[in-house]
């Protein structure tokens, strides 16, 4: 059923490597999100944008960016890896409205060595 | 702030038992609630939701009612299969009174292993 696509799926990487998490998703829709998902399972939303040009931080901190140049497209960039940004990172999407549902993406498990 | 609390897991369950799992949630405002389920090696996907209080969500043969009074949300099944194993996760978003939108607050996931 889901529409929104995350690249790439696995990733393992060096210390001070910069990278950016792939998120695209074809319904349309204006809100996207991104949360972080440690080993507990515990999830964390780190940005999030409720349309183009709109980026702000969630509730975790995060050393990451995100951009949002066309609806489509939300990636989240790191600029220098560390071992502690390892853990899932998942993208979702939503039509708007506060008891509308999120999309997921399937998520990008990040290692960083 | 918001927060949710799930009863810790793993749950494990033989086939065609019955399944409660735990949820409360402390809140301003009135929030929406959500079940999401996390299969593995897959994202999360919305399992029920309710809206307001006393509120049945059902789908898949899962149920929570929203209870505002214990402002609780259990998740109930009365016959689980093997092919429910997964994590389950409630949620809440913000309501009309806080503006929150719909960044969902999570709880901390409960793993459900049905065996046979």
């Known amino acids: 059923e889901a529409d929104i696509y995350q690249t790439p799926r696995y990733l393992v990487i060096g210390t001070g490597k910069k990278i950016t998490l792939e998120c695209s998703q074809t319904m349309g829709h204006d809100k996207m999100y991104w949360y972080q998902q440690d080993p507990g399972m515990e999830l964390h939303l780190i940005h999030y944008?409720?349309?183009?040009?709109?980026?702000e931080k969630g509730d975790l901190s995060s050393e990451s960016t995100v951009s949002r140049i066309r609806t489509e497209h939300f990636p989240l960039t790191l600029e220098s890896a560390r071992p502690s940004h390892t853990s899932q990172y998942l993208c979702a999407s939503s039509e708007g409205g506060f008891n509308e549902k999120l999309f997921f993406g399937s998520g990008t498990q990040l290692s960083v060595l | 702030g918001n927060s949710v609390t799930q009863m810790e897991g793993p749950v494990t369950l033989s086939e065609e038992a019955f399944l409660t799992i735990n949820c409360t949630y402390t809140a301003t405002g009135y929030p929406s609630l959500f079940w999401y389920v996390q299969y593995p090696g897959e994202g999360l996907q919305l399992l029920l939701k309710?809206?307001?209080?006393?509120d049945k969500g059902s789908n898949k043969g899962f149920e929570a009612t929203y209870r505002k009074e214990t402002t609780s949300f259990h998740l109930e099944k009365g016959s689980v299969q093997v092919s429910d194993s997964a994590v389950y996760f409630c949620a809440l978003s913000g309501g009309i009174l806080t503006g929150g939108g719909n960044k969902l607050t999570f709880g901390t996931g409960t793993q459900l292993k049905v065996e046979l």
């Open positions: 309710a809206t307001k209080a006393d």
């Open positions: 944008s409720y349309g183009v040009n709109s980026t």
